[in-house]
């Protein structure tokens, strides 16, 4: 063997020993890749908009609602079931906590600037997409009726419900309060954010820390010290630049001077400020760390997940199939109340086409993020970059001028595409056989 054969064959194995040291995921590395090259190309054809502070905190806020129902998605298609019905859900919970703002507590002697009438209506809301949800799980679990047609006639059912409740008006204006959660009315301001982001960074230290102790407590193998040390610059860095970019985006200097003068103040001269992390944002994070911890870190997370891999031999070994069908619809009937708040939020008002089509951009945006229809395998985080890269290729569509009709032709075809890759994927890693 050559010199020059011998040194690529020796470079070729230290690339190879260095990814295994890093112990990325392969389709985690993939999906910021596809996000990346999608944020690049948009902008170069857009003349640099698409990556201004502005777009994407606007992308941000616009991703949100999705990838909130797509984390409960995850649990769903993982137990290799489908839920059809998540955007008619998010509608009849919207309904819900619109009437509880504007007619039903307001008719018990409430205002609309009452401190308790938007917590009063979220707990309303969650309440009844919580039941909603069970209650399709327990048709689907107990009753043995494919949650395909359980949940497709709960998509035609609950959007009409919706309709009924609101006798199809929009309602509005929502409370103040609750419209903050809707992104561009509420968020931290730069000082907060900051302060938000350095606690991220120094809680995602401790926890890499804390995994890598206890794999040497239990004589596992751990990462070198150099590995461990580039995966946490990566987060770091990831963290404290989303929160640079979104607080690079200033306030118009007519909205602070609407803002003062309603205050009755005076703007002074020169005075700046930023918007920083919307509360949605807050929302979106708290949910993908509460989702996170069920999957990895709790017995609900391995019945999930087992009975995915294999419902017979999940059942055999004594796991409750059937209540589980039940709480993993529970909860993401809660995630929809969830994501009816940052959405209706965002409008400041309920209106009837709230939420369509929306069961399909979850599903895409889990199945996108690499859970697999087959069962078994999916990630909380895999679904939050796929609904991501969705809301990137129809913004940046959408800024480009491209007509809404062939926006959804390629937003099909990349989830076909997306799910081909998927299965090339299994194949050549041995998945799943």
């Not at 709230?354 to 993020?369: K, P």
């Amino acid at each position: 063997m050559s010199d020059t054969t011998q040194a690529s064959s020796s470079g070729g194995r230290q690339r190879r020993s260095i990814w295994k040291s890093l112990e990325i995921d392969p389709r985690l590395l993939g999906m910021i890749g596809a996000f990346i090259a999608i944020a690049v190309i948009f902008n170069i054809m857009t003349g640099g908009r698409f990556l201004t502070p502005r777009n994407i905190f606007n992308l941000t806020i616009q991703t949100v609602s999705v990838a909130i129902m797509a984390t409960g998605m995850v649990f769903i298609i993982v137990t290799r079931h489908i839920d059809l019905s998540v955007g008619a859900l998010l509608a009849t919970c919207s309904a819900v906590m619109a009437m509880m703002q504007t007619r039903w507590l307001l008719d018990l002697g409430f205002d609309l600037g009452h401190p308790l009438l938007p917590w009063l209506a979220i707990g309303a809301g969650i309440i009844v997409g919580t039941i909603i949800g069970a209650f399709q799980g327990w048709l689907a679990g107990y009753q043995g009726i494919p949650a395909f047609i359980v949940t497709l006639g709960g998509l035609l059912v609950w959007r009409n419900v919706a309709w009924y409740l609101t006798d199809g008006q929009t309602i509005g204006p929502l409370n103040e309060t609750y419209s903050a959660f809707g992104g561009i009315q509420g968020t931290l301001g730069s000082f907060w954010s900051w302060v938000v982001g350095l606690i991220a960074v120094a809680a995602a230290l401790v926890g890499l820390w804390s995994a890598r102790r206890n794999k040497v407590a239990h004589d596992f193998p751990v990462k070198p010290l150099w590995a461990e040390g580039v995966v946490a610059a990566i987060i770091a860095g990831g963290i404290l630049g989303f929160v640079w970019i979104l607080t690079s985006y200033e306030i118009p200097q007519r909205v602070l001077e609407r803002d003062f003068e309603a205050a009755g103040r005076v703007l002074p001269e020169g005075y700046t400020a930023s918007y920083g992390l919307p509360f949605s944002v807050l929302v979106l994070i708290a949910v993908a760390i509460v989702m996170t911890i069920i999957a990895t870190r709790t017995r609900l997370g391995r019945y999930i997940f087992a009975t995915g891999g294999n419902p017979d031999a999940a059942e055999l070994s004594g796991i409750n199939t059937k209540l589980l069908t039940v709480k993993v619809f529970a909860i993401l009937g809660a995630l929809c109340a969830i994501s009816a708040v940052v959405a209706s939020a965002r409008l400041a008002n309920h209106t009837n086409d709230i939420g369509t089509l929306d069961e399909l951009r979850v599903i895409a945006a889990a199945v996108i993020g690499g859970t697999a229809l087959s069962g078994g395998i999916g990630t909380i985080y895999g679904a939050i970059l796929g609904a991501l890269i969705m809301q990137s290729l129809q913004s940046g569509m959408a800024m480009m001028g491209v007509d809404a009709p062939f926006q959804n032709i390629v937003v099909g075809g990349v989830l076909v595409l997306a799910v081909w890759i998927d299965i090339q994927y299994r194949k050549w890693t041995g998945e799943g056989k």
